[in-house]
């Protein structure tokens, strides 16, 4: 059953910063509580207490809260007052809406001499003949009964009949008690009757699955007879719960109890089915026994892997949901293949050649949200990034033969006007060249030695 807890309690006195020592008014209305406890240690100074709309079926440990002048315990299963002797500032008492019978158990308030205010409203005993002169006469502290002022007047005439009026309360009380007493063991008897019920259908049940069941039909046959069973089931389910509402029952603590604990069991077993219908996948297999990598697209992503051959590297462009924050990202990069993790859903891609993974590298689009991933090939491959011209006349064919010959490039010229660099190249004065680079472009030098000097000897050995 449900209790006060000290969560609970902590939970619900966020206004006093969930200290419970010094708290003066808390509100556990609604919480199914079925048992009264713990207040009185934890909750010394309450002054106010809302318990209303609870399955409380009796007023205990609440008598050490000295303080205590408000008590709401309106919409509960209280049958009698008793327990509140040890508060003494209680001025004002909610008993709403309960089972309250027994009538003469109002006596046990004489001793909280600061009552002014008390509601039956609800309750069985207000039917009684003579209710109202009987608590008026009994509790002269009272100003007021269920909403209603007691008049002096009327305090008097309930004081000169009061023991004709006790008299007739005496004679109700018994004969409530005594049907009380029926009430209690046809509620009884009708929840062994629910118990038997569910026992019998546990084990038919448990007999249709059970090793007993044929085991040679067919498979498909197998699945039918469960489709089947499993409608009857529902179809069974429906009927009960459609019989449970509409067949009469007394209003009593016992029904009252019996319907909560009814939604309670609906409420648990719709949670088993969602957990069942939630229950994890088998993980995905993203590498086999072998060691082959798989290809996987889990988060059903687009995306495109290009072969970039001018800087050698292959770039996985991949299509993550643009407003994804990138800490839900995960990318790992290997010689072979590419995955990446979005929010814990795996994309795994085997790549057409290895690549690096140190010198990898993974972006992401400011304005598409895509994720791009460049991965340098691992295999380095050496391009040309310049040609030869053509355009050189066929006159200049011995040139052009002798240039490839030297292993030399030729340069083309660039119109210095357009750019704002120096020039760099006439840094240093070139060496002569003779007889290299298109000659439309470089004219031949005369090789032609003239004397200098008239005694000229010419010296193999220098």
């Given amino acids: 059953?449900?209790?006060?807890?000290?969560?609970?309690v902590r939970r619900r006195a966020e206004h006093?910063?969930?200290?419970?020592?010094?708290?003066?008014?808390?509100?556990?209305?609604?919480?199914e509580i079925e048992k009264l406890e713990h207040l009185d240690?934890?909750?010394?100074?309450?002054?106010?207490?809302?318990?209303?709309?609870?399955?409380?079926?009796?007023?205990?440990?609440?008598?050490?809260?000295?303080?205590?002048?408000?008590?709401?315990?309106?919409?509960?299963?209280?049958?009698?007052?008793?327990?509140?002797?040890?508060?003494?500032?209680?001025?004002k008492l909610d008993l709403t809406a309960n089972?309250?019978?027994?009538?003469?158990?109002?006596?046990?308030?004489?001793?909280?001499?600061?009552?002014?205010?008390?509601?039956?409203?609800?309750?069985?005993?207000?039917?009684?003949?003579?209710?109202?002169?009987?608590?008026?006469?009994?509790?002269?502290?009272?100003?007021?009964?269920?909403?209603?002022?007691?008049?002096?007047?009327?305090?008097?005439?309930?004081?000169?009949?009061?023991?004709?009026?006790?008299?007739?309360?005496?004679?109700?009380?018994?004969?409530?008690l005594l049907k009380r007493a029926r009430e209690k063991d046809e509620a009884q008897r009708r929840m062994q009757e629910r118990k038997d019920k569910k026992q019998k259908q546990m084990e038919s049940k448990l007999g249709f699955d059970g090793p007993?069941?044929?085991?040679?039909?067919?498979?498909?046959?197998?699945?039918?007879?469960?489709?089947?069973?499993?409608?009857?089931t529902v179809e069974d389910e429906d009927e009960e719960d459609r019989r449970f509402w509409e067949e009469p029952t007394p209003y009593t603590p016992e029904s009252r109890l019996e319907t909560h604990r009814y939604l309670e069991e609906k409420r648990r077993a719709k949670e088993n089915t969602r957990e069942s219908k939630k229950r994890e996948k088998p993980p995905r297999t993203l590498v086999t026994a072998e060691g082959k990598a798989l290809n996987?697209?889990?988060?059903?992503?687009?995306?495109?892997?290009?072969?970039?051959?001018?800087?050698?590297?292959?770039?996985?462009?991949?299509?993550?949901?643009r407003h994804l924050d990138t800490s839900l990202l995960d990318v790992d990069i290997q010689p072979t293949y590419v995955r990446v993790l979005v929010k814990g859903k795996p994309f795994q891609l085997v790549l057409p050649e290895e690549v690096k993974p140190d010198s990898s590298s993974a972006k992401r689009s400011q304005t598409t949200g895509h994720l791009v991933v460049s991965m340098p090939k691992a295999k380095e491959v050496i391009l040309t990034k310049q040609k030869i011209s053509t355009s050189i006349k066929?006159?200049?064919?011995?040139?052009?033969?002798?240039?490839?010959?030297?292993?030399?490039?030729?340069?083309?010229?660039?119109?210095?006007?357009?750019?704002?660099?120096?020039?760099?190249?006439?840094?240093?004065?070139?060496?002569?060249?003779?007889?290299?680079?298109?000659i439309r472009l470089q004219p031949e030098k005369n090789t032609k030695t003239e004397k200098s000097y008239v005694d000229f000897e010419n010296n193999e050995e220098v």
Avoid: M
Wanted: glycine content about 4%; charged content about 30%; aromatic content about 8%.
């Fill in 394 to 438: 066929h006159s200049d064919c011995n040139t052009l033969q002798k240039s490839a010959r030297s292993g030399q490039v030729e340069k083309l010229e660039v119109d210095a006007s357009k750019y704002s660099f120096p020039d760099v190249t006439k840094i240093v004065q070139e060496k002569e060249r003779i007889g290299q680079g298109p």
């Fill in 296 to 321: 996987v697209n889990v988060p059903k992503l687009n995306f495109s892997l290009k072969d970039d051959e001018e800087n050698n590297q292959l770039i996985l462009d991949l299509a993550v949901y």
């Fill in 212 to 232: 007993d069941s044929p085991q040679n039909k067919e498979n498909r046959q197998a699945e039918g007879d469960r489709e089947q069973e499993t409608w009857r």
């Fill in 41 to 91: 240690k934890w909750c010394r100074d309450l002054q106010i207490l809302y318990l209303q709309n609870n399955l409380i079926p009796k007023i205990e440990n609440v008598g050490k809260l000295k303080k205590l002048e408000y008590l709401n315990v309106a919409l509960n299963n209280i049958e009698r007052i008793e327990n509140l002797e040890g508060c003494e500032e209680l001025k």
């Fill in 99 to 176: 089972f309250i019978g027994e009538l003469s158990s109002i006596e046990a308030l004489k001793c909280n001499i600061h009552l002014k205010e008390l509601f039956l409203v609800g309750n069985p005993c207000t039917e009684f003949e003579g209710y109202r002169q009987f608590v008026v006469a009994t509790l002269h502290q009272l100003k007021c009964l269920d909403s209603k002022e007691i008049e002096r007047s009327e305090r008097i005439q309930a004081l000169q009949n009061y023991p004709e009026v006790k008299q007739k309360i005496r004679e109700q009380e018994q004969a409530y």
């Fill in 1 to 8: 059953f449900f209790s006060v807890t000290e969560d609970l």
């Fill in 16 to 31: 006093n910063d969930c200290e419970i020592f010094s708290l003066e008014e808390i509100s556990l209305h609604q919480q």
